[in-house]
């Protein structure tokens, strides 16, 4: 199969700046931006092309079999390799020195080198027409906007120029969305009273339930487990419907248990200034509910100190007492049927 030298161009054009090696993964991935009509069909037989093409132009394949993929015909390299004169190529086309950059891309003029120059020279021309005054929008958006790829952005971002802090998503005028957390906005009645996040879906289900009769929380809100050490930015947007000025906790008591609601606390409490802190009367109820000799064996595990400190005095000891004799007591412990008198 024969493709066209601008097929190549525009294949060549889309490959990582950041990988002098390139795996087969961001192959297809490069021939699916620069030749979308070709990710069903032929696609190996026109990825296999292109290949062909660029290695015309001084990249390396592989020198032996084992490292081309034979599962299907044409083989396919399991990775291309960039020369070095490729690169410095691509770097003749803008001089960062005496470019004139916008205001915000200044401090670019300090490198002699300018990894990434086409992403910085489109972000360069949307600053330049009129991106400083764009709303504010969520960054998958400004991505697709800037540089027609809605997640090229997200590892943009991770650059050392965003790194170092010389730049911000700030000034791209746009915002990390946090995944959804599902949650329920409290009955009348519970505004203002404090919000609660659950880890497991099952235990939320149980208290939402029984929130509705009882309007103990201004909202129920669904943790994730682990994921709410990234998710909890979503509270915010909650916080704006069912406003709250305290966020309970509550969720398993193991090690791992206790970390999700410490390591998110500290963010919180600087996001949003709001305190978050572990439901006391439903570890009150849990503990009631579940004797000893139900704990469920668990690992060694140890409290470290700031863990440790973190913890209300009433319910310290008796959680030091279960992680560290290695036991766990699940969350799902707790029934409606347990929590049918808990005062509002």
């Known amino acids: ?13 889309a490959l ?54 034979h599962t299907a015909q044409p083989p396919l390299p399991k990775w291309v390799q960039q020369p070095e004169k490729a690169n410095d190529n691509k770097n003749i086309l803008l001089d960062p020195k005496t470019y004139l950059w916008a ?75 946090p995944e959804p957390l599902a949650w329920e906005k409290g009955p009348s009645g519970s505004e203002l009273k404090p919000g609660l996040v ?21 909202s129920v809100v669904y943790g994730g487990g682990n994921k709410f050490s990234q ?35 500290r963010n919180i409490h600087e996001s949003l200034d709001v305190s978050l802190i572990l439901d006391i009367e439903l570890y009150e109820v849990l503990r009631c509910a579940v004797p000893k000799n139900r704990w469920c064996k668990n690992q060694q595990r140890t409290i470290n100190d700031d863990l440790l400190n973190w913890l209300p005095a009433k319910l310290k000891d008796w959680l030091v007492e279960v992680i560290s004799n290695h036991f766990r007591i699940p969350q799902e412990g707790l029934q409606r049927k347990h929590i049918a008198d808990i005062p509002e």
């Not at 490198?111 to 929008?137: C, T």
């Not at 911000?168 to 990390?176: E, F, G, M």
């Not at 659950?198 to 029984?210: G, I, P």
């Open 16 to 69: 990582s700046l950041d990988k002098h090696r390139i795996p087969i993964e961001l192959l297809w991935d490069a021939m699916a931006k620069a030749l979308p009509e070709q990710i069903a069909g032929d696609s190996r037989q026109t990825l296999h092309a292109l290949i062909t093409g660029i290695e015309l132009r001084g990249f390396s394949l592989p020198k032996t079999k084992k490292l081309f993929d």
């Open 231 to 265: 998710t909890w930015q979503g509270l915010e947007l909650i916080r704006e419907i069912a406003p709250f000025d305290l966020i309970l906790y509550f969720g398993d008591v193991d090690y791992d248990g206790l970390m999700i609601p410490f390591r998110a606390a």
């Open 198 to 218: 659950v880890e497991n879906s099952a235990t939320w289900r149980t208290l939402f339930l029984w929130n509705r009769d009882n309007g103990a929380y201004s």
């Open 1 to 13: 199969m024969k493709v066209t030298k601008a097929a190549i161009d525009r294949f060549e054009q």
């Open 103 to 177: 205001r915000e891309l200044t401090f670019l003029a300090e490198g002699r080198r300018l990894p990434n120059y086409q992403q910085w020279q489109m972000l360069d021309n949307w600053l330049k027409s009129g991106g400083r005054n764009a709303p504010i929008v969520p960054v998958r958006e400004r991505s697709f906007e800037i540089f027609n790829d809605e997640k090229l952005l997200d590892e943009f971002s991770k650059t050392q120029p965003f790194k170092q802090g010389r730049i911000a998503l700030s000034v791209l005028r746009c915002v990390i969305t």
